[in-house]
């Protein structure tokens, strides 16, 4: 079982399928939209070049049973429970990645790690609008 319905999920799903493992693989994903790569969200995908970056893997081909828009809650013994349910594992990879810092201080904060947000963050940035920009690692940049 693999909770994580990022790359790195995807990643380990489709090695588990070219190891030809004798279980059925599961893959829990809390967005509703199939793995995608991150990086071109804030390059090509805010400069309008593409609408979507979902890698085009048919994930039925890998024998998975795929739950997109489920999302992990707690790990239990042999379970993981999900907001619809349980699921039992004999192995289990963690692969959910990390949340956004916030800044501390007042003021509308947008983060960029999903496709969406990528979209809604597009659509409000217009020539000469005003932006500070924190990457990963603490810096700010205006």
């Known amino acids: 079982m693999v909770t994580g319905g990022g790359l790195a999920g995807l990643r380990t799903v489709e090695d588990c399928a070219r190891a030809a493992m004798r279980a059925r ?78 800044l501390q201080g007042p003021g509308r904060q947008r983060f960029l790690r999903t496709i969406d947000e990528a979209l809604e963050l597009r659509e409000t940035l217009v020539p000469g609008a005003r932006l500070v920009m924190s990457a990963p690692g603490g810096s700010v940049r205006s």
């Open 25 to 102: 693989s599961t893959l829990i994903g809390s967005e509703s939209r199939p793995p995608y790569d991150r990086p071109p969200l804030s390059k090509q995908l805010m400069k309008g070049e593409v609408d979507d970056t979902s890698l085009r893997t048919e994930l039925a081909s890998l024998g998975a049973d795929v739950r997109l828009g489920e999302r992990a809650e707690q790990l239990g013994d042999g379970v993981v429970v999900t907001d619809r349910g349980e699921h039992a594992f004999d192995r289990l990879v963690i692969a959910t990645g990390a949340r956004p810092v916030a």
